[in-house]
């Protein structure tokens, strides 16, 4: 009988969470009553790990309401990877949020087909785009046409250990052959070179994609995603062995094929690996980020990709990308949306550096900014790029994008061969293109 | 009782909840997905018919195949591994000391999702910081393997924790099946002399058979379409090497953006499902059981 009573405490306990549950979505789902207009605004910037910038987006949607009253911005905030399943499940059935996060190139192109999402040429003009950094807007377009607008903008670069630098007397490298010779000596001196945490593979693609730009310049590979070339190009083939011959000269530290992104970070930055490669995005983390000792912010610093003696590219060109935000073509309170859309990102564009340290689309004066050294020389560098060479799941449409990752995988376990990665990469675009 | 009962309106209305329930969650969506298995289709603009194609892709398909071949493993080492969990239950059972608190030992794994097992198992299988290779060090294997990251082992190292993980739902049901056989048979048993083996073997396995088959089953069938734990540990790598058919079908649409193609492997993971069941049936069922059908 003790039993049962117990069970039924039980039972009415998970009945009563199950009730909060859903009390919590009656709570927020007045969309339309009273007048209000609702924005539906679908984002991955949660408070726990992205506090500053869950901040200012709250700050700035404050702002926005109070502006413009009758209008009320629902958020909902998920996971990156989360995120993108249910954009994707939303829109096959034209239910896409009002607006959401977007970014350019392959991830956006599906939507613009299916006319998911819509044109922002109505609400933009000369002015507004000259407030952004040149490519950020035009890397939204499709055909002509503006679909996306940018917020952040992100660049990769080699993030080293200064003091592991200097315990084995090493030098900033600035060519591939010196690069090759702090690998060498680190290896010998029993230092992993550089953390890599290749399980989601994006992260392998950033090397390649460095090499690939140092080695055969920033336009092959666009060329070739345009089917203006093909990928079985001797310039792509030599940045496929290169890859390789840094696996075996031991660079990565071991497992990294098995490795996530956050257990190499964590290699790099508890001092156990000498160098990483990923976006300027952890910046934030590895200037002020309370998660890390002052030992390793202190010890922290970054360089450009070397160049390669013979190769095409400059030290100056970078892989990056920007993110951004759409309006679903299908929403009921486009116009608001749009308007939102616009706000948004001029704010979040005046307010992103100097408040939460990350490095927006817009163009901004370093020296109006009181920032960590790191941040001023990142900022120096981007004013000084000569090119942006767009992440490869940028440039690359949903299906040769996986094709890539799965190659990046395979060429880095030495499971291909650099020939067999490129003739993979070519009959993926191939296909796409329906040649 | 019996007029309501062979009323037909009667009937309907005491299936039609359940009916509707089953009808729109589980057969209406089948019947979609294979619909979207013909349909060359991203998943979010138009969609194309185009017949057969789909199902002819994933029978040419090399990755598919090899997602199939290590599905079929995983069932296997869960098949064998119900061995393991009988042999346990069979010593929890006998009333050994302590075995109160070792069923719930057991369970204990069960109560957490498969996320949280399978970030707890990455932190073990961390090749220079996780437990297992600081424990093979410390040992003197200069070089223990890289656990997540060898095509070689990648499987088997997953397949531990699956192992661990589902140890306490078996043995739960096991043990349940063997407290059930009643005391005065095991006991008529001993006092006739038979060891505790003969015990094991002779009464209390062959009164819980229909259970094992159960479990066979369930065993199976649960490996066939396992995802989460891979899905979390290594996202089907490196190199495909763990990928399993719900893994690849989870790629396939929602990565590569191929809705159609990823439906049809569904729809292929289904009928292969089926197949094995109705095999396991047909092997597992007896002479006398099969009268009763």
Sequence with gaps: M???????????????????????????????????????????????????QNKILNEIIADFERENPGIKIEQEILANEQYKDKIKVLSASNQLPDVGMAWPGGWLQPYVEGNKIASFDDVIDRDYRNKFVDGTIEAFEVDGKTYGLPTDLNIAIVYYNKRIFEQNGLNVPTTYDEFLHVISTLTNNGITPIALGNQERWTGSLWYMYLADRISGNETIVNAVNRKQSFEDPTLIRAAEEIQRLVDLGAFQKGYNGATSSEAESLFTSGQAAMYLTGTWVLPSFTQGENFTQE??????????????????????????????????????????????????????????????????????????????LYLKVLKDLNDASSITLFADNIMTPGPAQVHLDMIQSLFGKEATPEEFVKAHEEALAKEAGE | M??????????????????????????????????????????????????LDNFITGIQDMKFWSSVYHSFLLALFSALSLLAYLAISLILASNIKGSDILRKIYLIPMLLSSVAIAQLWIKVYNPTNGMLNSFLMAIGIDDPPAWLAEPSLVLYAIFIPILWQYAGFYILIYYAALKNIPAALVEAARMDGASPWQVAFNIKLPLIKGVFKVTIVLAIVGSLKYFDLIYVMTGGGPNGASEVMASYMYKVAFRSYDFGYGSAIGFLLLIITLMVTFIVRKLTVSDEEELQY
């Design chain 1, 2 to 52: 003790k039993k049962l009573k117990a069970l039924s405490l039980l039972l009415a306990l998970t009945l009563a969470a199950a009730g909060c549950g859903s009390s919590n979505q009656a709570e927020k789902d007045p969309a339309g009553s009273g007048g209000t207009k609702t924005i539906k605004f679908m984002h991955l910037w949660p408070e726990g790990t992205n506090a500053p």
């Design chain 1, 296 to 373: 390793f912010k202190d010890s922290v610093d970054y360089f450009k990709f070397p160049t390669v003696e013979g190769g095409k590219g400059d030290i100056n060109s970078f892989v990056g990308g920007n993110g951004g935000l759409f309006v679903s073509e299908h929403s009921t309170v486009k116009e608001e949306a749009k308007r939102f859309v616009k706000y948004f990102t001029e704010k979040f564009g005046e307010r992103a550096l100097g408040e939460a340290g990350i490095i927006p689309s817009y163009k901004l004066n370093a020296d109006d900014y009181d920032l960590p050294e």
């Design chain 2, 2 to 51: 019996n007029k309501v009962m062979s009323n037909i309106w009667m009937i309907t209305l005491y299936i039609l909840p359940a009916l509707l329930l089953l009808l729109v969650l589980i057969y209406i969506p089948l019947g979609l997905s294979a619909y979207y298995g013909f349909l060359e289709w991203d998943g979010i603009g138009n969609m194309k018919f185009i017949g």
